[in-house]
């Protein structure tokens, strides 16, 4: 069966800081893979997705940036936080063949809190 | 474009009473339909999907939902609901290309339970 992992599970940075959020999948290959934003009361925002390794969409202009260095790793990333990257950041997976289009799995998430 | 509205932000319903969530969807074609739960702090779990086929699907924890295409809904329902259903829904439609998979989220709607 497939799992995927996120870490860290919380985790408090001060404004200006870096970041760097992993997200692992276990049980399949060649995934899609997404990483998702959600603001507090809020729905969830795409962030990027990726259909391979090393291609990377970004649906937002932000302070972020994703990178795919290994195929079921995906990787979330920013050089200088800011007050406004603090949320809940939701990975999933999809498989990227077959009859699941669409159909995506998300991790246990990490919240972020921006100081 | 595509979008997805939950006209309810919030429902609270009584321990073993029905309940019914809404879902209206703006689509050109056959839409990819999901239904998803979060318990607070956690992950999305998808409860079921719907791609083609028999309009009323059956997913887990006893939910099921209804595609009505002259309503543009996807309304998810459940018989009788316990107070472990406390938590917030998103429903999801299939967006773009099936090679990418994104899907557009509705804003949720968070469902109490009263003992």
């Known amino acids: 069966s497939q799992t995927i992992h996120q870490w860290p599970a919380t985790l408090v940075q001060p404004v200006g800081s870096p970041l760097s959020l992993e997200c692992t999948v276990e049980g399949t290959s060649n995934p899609n893979l997404y990483w998702y934003r959600q603001a507090a009361g809020r729905g969830l925002q795409l962030l990027f997705y990726s259909v391979g390794i090393g291609q990377i969409s970004s649906e937002v202009p932000q302070n972020l940036s994703a990178s795919r260095p290994q195929d079921r790793q995906f990787i979330l990333s920013s050089k200088k936080l800011l007050l406004s990257d603090s949320g809940f950041y939701l990975c999933?997976?999809?498989?990227?063949?077959?009859?699941?289009?669409?159909?995506?799995?998300f991790g246990p998430g990490t919240r972020l809190t921006v100081t | 474009a595509q979008s997805v509205t939950q006209p309810d932000i919030h429902i609270t319903v009584s321990e073993g009473a029905s309940l019914e969530l809404r879902c209206n969807y703006s689509y050109g074609a056959t839409p990819y339909l999901f239904w998803y739960v979060q318990s607070p702090g956690q992950g999305l779990q998808l409860l079921l999907k719907y791609f083609s086929g028999d309009t009323l699907v059956q997913g887990i924890k006893g939910f099921e939902a209804e595609f009505k295409r002259s309503q543009s809904s996807f309304n998810l329902r459940k018989p009788s609901v316990h107070w472990s259903d406390a938590a917030e829904y998103f429903c999801?439609?299939?967006?773009?290309?099936?090679?990418?998979?994104?899907?557009?989220f509705g804003q949720g709607t968070t469902l109490q339970v009263k003992p």
């Open positions: 999801a439609v299939g967006h773009g290309s099936s090679n990418t998979g994104k899907l557009i």
């Open positions: 999933a997976w999809m498989r990227s063949s077959g009859l699941s289009s669409y159909e995506q799995y």
